[in-house]
Every structure is written in C-alpha cells, then in structure tokens.
C-alpha cells in the first residue's frame, strides 16, 4: 500500500520533529519533507507533490493563512491542515473560510494530529470538538454570540497585531512582510481605530497579552 505523502511547514524544528516521528509511526503515513516559510513551501509542493500539507498559521517570515488561501486557489485538490497555538476560535473560522480543511492546536497536536490527518485525507473537514459545534454554528449564521474584537481585523492588520506583540519594530515588520514602513504604519493606525486603542502604548499592550496569553486582554487587566 502507498503512503500519502504529508509536508509539514512550521519553523520550530523540535515541534515539526516530534510531528514527524508520531506520523511516521503509521504504515499509511510519511512526512516527505518540511518547510520552514511560504516561499521554502511552494519549492517543496512543485518538488515533492505531496498528499496534505500541515502549516503553521504564524510563520516567522510569512503568513500561514496566506498559504491556504494560495494552496486552495492554485492546487485545489491539496488539502492544508491548519496549526495554531492562539485565539483558536478567531484563527479557526478565518483559516477554514481561507480553505483549510482542518483546524488543531498545537496543545492537542501531538494526541490528534494522526487523527486529523486521517479525516481530512477521507475528504472530511477537522475541527477539535469543543470548538466544532461554536464554529460550525457561526458559519452557518446562526445566533450572536461572544467574539473576540481582534475579529474586527483583517487578515493582515491581525498579522501585524500578532508581531507587535511578540516585540517586532515597525521597520523589521516591514521587512518581514516586504512591506513599506509607511504601510506599516498605515495598519497600525488601523488596527488602534477598529480596537478603539488611543494610544501606541496601549497598543503594544494589548498586542503583548495577546501574543502571549492568546485571548483578547480582559476588562479587569487594563
């Protein structure tokens, strides 16, 4: 029986690591190689053809869902399993909308990933079942319910959040997302007006409890 053949791009060589030595285990199942950005990614799926990709949603130099978005406009029949480690229902819904056919965190990887894999292969859509129900009920317009303001953002402007928080300046997130500082910029204002922050400072705090809580700063901390 053939293996299906899975790439896996995240940038923290010991959690791809351990990803690769659990998928490895299965007779059915090889990872065929990793990568650790966007541009890395799209070289190894013309070089390797895989089966599935795992991606990181945070990459260091890259966006993981840009990458879905990219891979189900360009390869519609390559499925992307999405990984997160923050704000899991924000990240869920917008990585599924982008065409990701899985969502797991990377707290419940390591028991799951296998069985995520295997029901996104079966053409099956994997979400971790305490979010399953909120997000599927969301898609399908349902009722209100609490949301998070960061859902505000788009897709970008969440990106730059995110490396605010994690301490990156305005020039290194220019750099990263080959973006002009004045852009740059330009999203921070943003990001400030749609989250109704005043200030640069309370910014980077909020951006700060977020990047390391992975929850929206409550009432109480401000």
């Known amino acids: 029986m053939s293996k299906k053949r899975i790439l896996i791009v995240e940038d923290h060589p010991i959690f791809r690591l351990g990803l690769t030595e ?29 089966d599935l990709i795992i991606a990181d949603i945070t990459l260091r130099k890259s966006n993981g869902i840009d990458l879905v978005k990219a891979v189900n406009k360009q390869y519609a029949n390559l499925p992307v399993l999405v990984l997160s480690m923050h704000d899991e229902l924000l990240y869920a819904e917008r990585a599924i909308h982008g065409g990701a056919r899985g969502y797991i965190t990377k707290q419940d990887a390591m028991e799951n990933v296998v069985t995520a894999v295997r029901d996104v292969l079966n053409n099956k859509i994997y979400l971790e079942d305490h979010m399953k129900d909120r997000i599927l009920f969301g898609l399908a317009g349902g009722g209100p319910r609490d949301r998070s303001p960061l859902e ?68 109480d901390v401000v």
Request: proline share 2%.
């Open 152 to 219: 505000r953002l788009t897709d970008r402007e969440l990106e730059v959040f995110r490396m605010i928080g994690q301490g990156f300046s305005t020039r290194e997130i220019a750099d990263r997302l080959h973006l002009s500082i004045k852009t740059i910029g330009t999203y921070r204002e943003r990001i400030k007006e749609k989250l109704n922050l005043k200030h640069a400072s309370e910014l980077v705090r909020y951006a700060v409890h977020w990047a390391k809580f992975g929850r929206w700063i409550p009432d």
């Open 22 to 50: 659990l998928i490895n285990q299965e007779e059915d199942l090889e990872v065929c190689g990793s990568a650790m950005d966007v541009s890395e990614a799209w070289s190894e799926i013309k070089r390797l053809k895989p």
